[in-house]
């Protein structure tokens, strides 16, 4: 398992193709949920690339199922907000752990801010639902931490039931099949274009780097 703190995936050269971030708020072809939703938008914004994937993933998936899009593109503060106090929170539950152990279990959950795909909109975090926006079964809630879920959240747990794993393999059908890559850390979370993306694939650099929202124009999905 390749984590994101391995030294490769920060080795990996940083490009970016100019790929514009896409509002899916305008893309009805895809159900996005609210319960990330800020102030500015910035959860509902993805490269073009990964919306046209993840509209290519939909359409593998069976009748009746769809992707709920629930978080794509994270700020660097809000990224780095996170990473600290999820890594704070583990110091205060483990003060055993050494300085190693606890930036590497932090990173099971939550990516250091250096190459956090959320940063670059590559990345998703998604789960699947009815027509009806109801969300099927995946074994754990999305955002559940390694500790608290004791591992259930690894996209390959064993520990999870039958219908959770079903689809899950959904997903990972669809999901890979359309050009994503998962980390396996957290079965919700997809990407592309990142440098975890690049590693995994063997790209020789990346398609996006970080983006600031407010520098970036917001462009217009067409195809």
């Keep these: ?7 490769r995936v920060a080795a990996v050269p940083s490009a970016d193709d100019g790929d514009p971030l896409v509002d899916l708020r305008e893309v009805p072809e895809l159900r996005l949920d609210g ?15 990964v919306v046209d994937r993840l509209l290519a993933a939909q359409r593998a998936l069976p009748s009746g199922v769809r992707l709920l899009v629930v978080e794509g593109y994270r700020p660097y503060q809000a990224q780095l907000t996170i990473f600290t106090g999820y890594r704070d929170e583990l110091r205060r539950r483990y003060p ?5 152990r606890l930036h590497r279990e932090t990173t099971k959950f ?21 027509d009806d926006g109801v969300e099927l079964d995946l074994g754990t ?15 390959d747990a064993p520990t999870i039931g039958a ?32 440098r975890y993306w690049a590693l995994i694939t063997g790209a020789a650099c990346t398609r996006y780097g970080p983006v600031d929202l407010a520098a970036t124009a917001i462009g217009t999905r067409t195809g």
């Design 35 to 49: 319960r990330a939703a800020d102030l500015t938008g910035a959860y509902a914004r993805l490269r073009a690339g």
């Design 163 to 194: 219908t959770a794993r079903r689809h899950r393999q959904l997903m990972v059908d669809a999901l890979g099949g359309a050009g994503l890559v998962n980390y396996p850390t957290e079965w919700w979370h997809w990407s592309y274009g990142d």
């Design 141 to 155: 809630a999305i955002d559940d931490t390694p500790e608290d879920s004791a591992n259930a959240c690894f996209t």
């Design 1 to 7: 398992m390749i984590l994101l703190s391995d030294p």
């Design 110 to 130: 939550v990516s250091p801010v250096e190459v956090a795909p959320h940063s670059t909109g590559g990345a998703v975090d998604l789960t699947l639902c009815t």
């Design 96 to 100: 055993e752990w050494s300085p190693e």
